[in-house]
């Protein structure tokens, strides 16, 4: 008699994988049991007299596992036999002994839909149908290990037919799958009027999708908060929704019944993309719009891409079954700047945006955004880590020897926490300078430490260094009130190692990187953002950067880029040439107070009063602004995506020897430099050609600047991170100029939004503390 333990680590808790267990193992003639343990993993005894059946047993457990499993890792040990008679899924432990994935939602099988869609079945026209393999699991489960009992699914008792499909061995699907139902004894739907009066109606989700197709504005709950859906084909509905949400030019995100409706919206040509659009994950996609495409331009205004979605639960694409267009906006339900709703309680907020509201009564548990990605530079890269993705675990390539609890940096952030060879990325949480954020933000993380043990001693917190971020007060507080250890690490140092991180990079070897984006605390108390930065085994050192300009008005400077256009311009010219081109441009008609306010900048610019910054982010929008691009930022990053998606590729590019100023080893990239060369061929190329230039020039000076570092290092690799490092056009330009192999965070966000691992990293590799 051979007896083996084994524990399976992974996406294997929430997929069906122990029924799929048993399943085998009446194949096989194994006897034992399966059973989930506290920390994601799964437990396995299995034992035989006859060894071949193990072999065959550990055979299908590899090559047969349910469609949405990931396994990463599988640990056998030899144990002695405990005589087993037969084979059992054992009621789940909370013992951690490997930590494994939290289970992710997943969007709705193909199964699934096709009972939704089939008359004869009892789960027609059936909003909640879900599956082993499908359906919602972080947002309604309370705790680990995914059992029932442990989600708000368990408001909702089996009815008998469900029950006995719960436990038929051989029902692949529903075969103790813990979030079935039916519409006999599972969640139900409920129309609202503007006053959240109940509306009688038969069908609840036909009735909403005519209130759609009469121009009404309605609140939809999904898997993860509620989603505000209208015509996307209606300028004059779009205009509303934008004058309710106080959202002058932020896009809006669509979802549409299926491929094909997609296609003609967009240009889906990569099979890449459409696997990944109909995937588990069904994310956001940002992909360009087609020119005769049906969606209003009022969506995404200035821009060329939208982002799209398919439907991802039953009830949305039974919505869209039941609409005119079989598109429409899907954008996230909230007040403008607050947190996506998620809970009843908090729908009255959304009086006054909605008309009506398509809500039920399953709770919500964990709010959850969609998850957004974009192709660039020859792969994705994620932009808002959410929904199918979330909560992330990566491994480290080195064992940490504390506890670790980071909250990320300010805006557009998500918290994570680390442990053993481990770190966990919270769900995107948004703008931490907004208290309700903030709540939620500290809430996902306090869910990750409870889900993987986080109690004792050897805690530490890890905080971003800049003094006003609402995230480092609140990490403060913490670490006060129950007496944790506080470390503080730049901003930019943590977007390297999240790269680092993700690439298993061994911390004992070199390393050299290029950070790209809008602001970080740097350790001159200056504004960094466009930072070369050298891991040298024992410390992060920034080497190089771009040229430091102030930012007159301070974050003024951010929200009205022609104020950083006038910093920039005063380094390659007098002030009588600024405001001769101001009037020439007529940008003095844009700024607010105009001559006077121009003046009023170059004053601060001249006096050095502002604060000092090197950022990419401002850099771009100063180019923005200068084309005619974009004139006032209105959400994160617009001038610079503008920017980008103005550009039009030209072959003709400045060299760039002249803009790099070497003093010893550090490097500072003049992009007064580039400015200058802009301003001499405006009259001679196009905006798009200017934009491309502009773009393409900072990352091969970026990159020529970082390949002698590389040299010096002995590295072949340049480890690129920030909200900037998604741009296609400097992303190539670094490439040419560095001639290293260029890698990005692919797995988790480049811009805030992953920097949370990154913090966890360096803090491993960091042991004094601030």
């Known amino acids: 008699m051979k007896a083996y333990k084994i524990y399976v680590v992974g996406m294997v808790q929430g997929v069906g994988f122990r029924p799929f267990i048993k399943r085998i193992a009446e194949l096989t003639k194994v006897y034992g049991y399966v059973k989930n343990l506290g920390g994601g993993e799964v437990e396995i005894h299995v034992e035989s007299n006859d060894e071949s059946s193990i072999n065959k ?131 139900r739907l409920t129309l609202l009027d503007g006053d959240l009066r109940k509306i009688e109606v038969s069908d609840p989700l036909k009735a909403a999708a005519d209130l759609i197709d009469s121009g009404k504005i309605v609140a939809v709950k999904g898997i993860g ?46 099979e890449n993309v459409e696997k990944l659009m109909t995937s588990y994950v069904k994310p956001i996609m940002i992909l360009p719009r087609k020119d005769d495409s049906p969606v209003s331009r009022f969506v995404a205004p200035g821009l060329n891409t939208l982002g799209i979605m398919l439907p991802y639960t039953p009830l949305h694409y039974l919505l869209l079954m039941e609409t005119r267009d079989k598109f429409l906006i899907m954008t996230s339900g909230n007040v403008f700047g607050d947190p996506m709703i998620s809970d009843d309680p908090r729908i009255h907020e959304l009086i006054g945006i909605v008309d009506y509201v398509l809500t039920h009564n399953r709770k919500i548990v964990n709010r959850v955004d969609d998850s957004v990605i974009r192709p660039t530079y020859g792969g994705f890269m994620i932009l808002r880590c959410g ?41 995107f949480s948004g703008d931490t300078d907004n208290p309700l954020v903030l709540r939620d933000h500290e809430s996902s993380i306090r869910y990750l430490m409870k889900s993987y043990g986080f109690d004792g001693d050897n805690l530490r917190i890890v905080a971003d260094l800049h003094p006003r971020y609402s995230s480092r007060k609140a990490a403060e507080k913490l670490a006060e009130k129950r007496g944790f250890r506080l470390q503080l690490i730049q901003h930019h140092f943590s977007h390297m190692a999240s790269v680092m991180a993700e690439r298993g990079h061994d911390p004992e070897k070199p390393a050299v990187g290029v950070i790209m984006d809008g602001v970080g605390y740097g350790l001159d108390g200056a504004i960094w953002g466009g930072e070369i930065i050298a891991w040298d085994g024992s410390e992060f050192r920034r080497l190089g950067r771009l040229e430091y300009h102030v930012m007159p008005g301070g974050d003024l400077a951010t929200r009205y880029p022609l104020r950083m256009l006038a910093s920039i311009m005063l380094k390659i010219m007098d002030e009588d040439e600024v405001i001769k081109f101001f009037e020439k441009m007529k940008f003095l008609e844009k700024m607010r107070y105009g001559l006077k306010e121009l003046e009023a900048c170059l004053r601060i610019v001249k006096e050095g009063k502002g604060p000092k910054t090197s950022s990419t982010g401002r850099f771009l929008d100063s180019v923005s602004a200068l084309l005619g691009i974009c004139f006032e930022r209105t959400y994160e990053g617009e001038p610079a995506i503008s920017l980008e998606e103005n550009s039009v590729e030209t072959c003709e590019i400045a060299d760039v020897e002249d803009i790099l100023v070497r003093d010893g080893e550090n490097i500072e990239i003049l992009t007064s430099e580039i400015l200058r060369i802009l301003l001499d061929e405006l009259n001679t190329s196009s905006k798009g050609e200017l934009a491309y230039t502009a773009q393409y020039l900072l990352g091969k000076a970026l990159g020529e600047a970082a390949s002698s570092l590389a040299e010096k290092f002995e590295v072949k690799e340049l480890y690129v991170s920030g909200g900037a490092a998604v741009n296609r056009i400097i992303l190539r330009g670094l490439a040419d100029g560095s001639g290293l192999r260029i890698l990005v965070n692919r797995e988790i966000p480049a811009n805030d939004g992953g920097i949370a691992v990154g913090q966890v990293y360096a803090a491993g590799l960091m042991e004094d503390l601030d």
Not at 225 to 251: M, N, T, Y
Not at 396 to 402: E, G
């Open 387 to 427: 929904r199918g993705i979330a909560p992330k675990l990566l491994n480290l390539p080195f064992k940490l020897k504390d506890k670790i609890i980071a909250y990320g940096a300010e805006l557009q952030t998500a918290g994570a926490i680390g442990f053993d060879d481990k770190v966990v990325l919270a769900p």
């Open 225 to 270: 908060g509620f989603h505000i859906a209208c015509l996307a084909s209606s300028d004059e509905v779009v205009l509303e929704l934008r004058r309710r949400k106080q959202r002058s030019r932020k896009p809006f995100a669509l979802m549409a019944l299926n491929l094909e409706i997609a296609k003609r919206i967009v240009e889906i040509e990569d």
């Open 57 to 187: 047993f550990m055979s299908m457990l590899r090559e047969r596992k349910p469609p949405p499993a990931r396994l990463k890792n599988i640990e056998v040990i030899e144990v002695k036999p405990l005589n087993f008679k037969n084979f059992t899924i054992l009621r789940s432990g909370r013992e951690r002994l490997y930590a494994s994935e939290i289970p992710q939602d997943l969007a709705v099988c193909p199964e699934c839909m096709r009972e939704v869609l089939n008359p004869q079945s009892r789960w027609y026209r059936y909003p909640f149908n879900s599956c082993a393999w499908c359906g919602p699991r972080y947002s309604m489960m309370y705790n680990p290990p995914y059992d029932r009992e442990n989600t708000s699914m368990r408001d909702f008792p089996l009815c008998d037919e469900c029950k006995r499909e719960y436990e038929d061995l051989w029902n692949e699907r529903r075969y103790h799958a813990q979030g079935i139902s039916c519409p006999r004894c599972g969640p």
